[in-house]
């Protein structure tokens, strides 16, 4: 079946520090990727994006490139802020399915 | 209308007790989901509706749990005779069916604690 595999957290980084979360997928179908963020007892917030290879996802300063050839799509941020101390969660969903598989999610923790 | 809305936003119940959660969608979305998360996790496919049909059941789901969505809109998703097990995040979310591949939108969550 369809899966995502992300990168085990905690990550811990300095403000301003260069983030990269890795993440990959295994989808039957042509899927679209998704990151979403949690912030601790909410639900979780579309973070960015992308539905078809190549596209790139931007929000907020992140980003992330559908890479169909490597069937990845990181997560990166030039210069994170303490505010982005958050769990964040790669997904996937497919056509025909309609349900979204997410991964086990990383928790960044931000230090200033 | 300001997103998915879930109520209670938290439960604490004694074991053996049953409990019920609603979520109301965005108002024009047809498609809605529940998931569960535990501590540590991501979130748990359980069931999905387009519309009031309810078109697919994890195998997480046991027979203890039942969900509806009775005309269309609102839902509620009730654990009967609750185990500590049961203990988790319960998430809704939904989406709009014509847009292909859209991303679902997510409610806050209903936090049950089985004691």
């Known amino acids: 079946g369809d899966s995502v595999t992300q990168m085990e957290g905690p990550v811990t980084l300095s403000e301003e520090a260069f983030l990269t979360i890795n993440c990959t997928y295994t989808?039957?179908?042509?899927?679209?990727l998704f990151w979403y963020v949690q912030y601790p007892g909410e639900g979780l917030q579309l973070l960015l994006k992308?539905?078809?290879?190549?596209d790139k996802g931007s929000n907020k300063g992140f980003e992330a490139t559908y890479r169909k050839e490597t069937t990845s799509f990181h997560l990166e941020k030039g210069s994170v802020q303490v505010s982005d101390s958050a769990v964040y969660f790669c997904?996937?969903?497919?056509?025909?399915?309609?349900?979204?598989?997410f991964g086990t999610g990383t928790r960044l923790k931000v230090l200033a | 209308d300001t997103g998915v809305s879930q109520n209670p936003r938290h439960k604490i119940t004694k074991r053996g007790q049953n409990v019920t959660f609603r979520c109301d969608p965005i108002?024009?979305?047809?498609?809605l989901y529940w998931y569960r998360q535990t501590l540590g996790q991501g979130p748990e496919f359980l069931t999905y509706?387009?519309?009031?049909?309810?078109?697919?059941k994890s195998r997480l789901l046991s027979d203890r749990f039942s969900a509806e969505r009775p005309k269309g809109s609102f839902s509620t998703l009730e654990i009967q005779r609750t185990e500590q097990g049961d203990s988790a995040m319960y998430l809704c979310?939904?989406?709009?069916?014509?847009?292909?591949?859209?991303?679902?939108?997510f409610g806050q969550g209903t936090r049950l604690t089985v004691v």
């Open positions: 979310a939904s989406s709009l069916a014509r847009v292909e591949n859209t991303e679902a939108f």
């Open positions: 989808a039957t179908g042509y899927p679209s």
């Open positions: 992308a539905t078809k290879a190549d």
């Open positions: 997904a996937l969903t497919t056509s025909g399915t309609y349900k979204y598989i």
């Open positions: 108002s024009e979305h047809n498609r």
């Open positions: 509706f387009q519309n009031e049909a309810q078109l697919e």
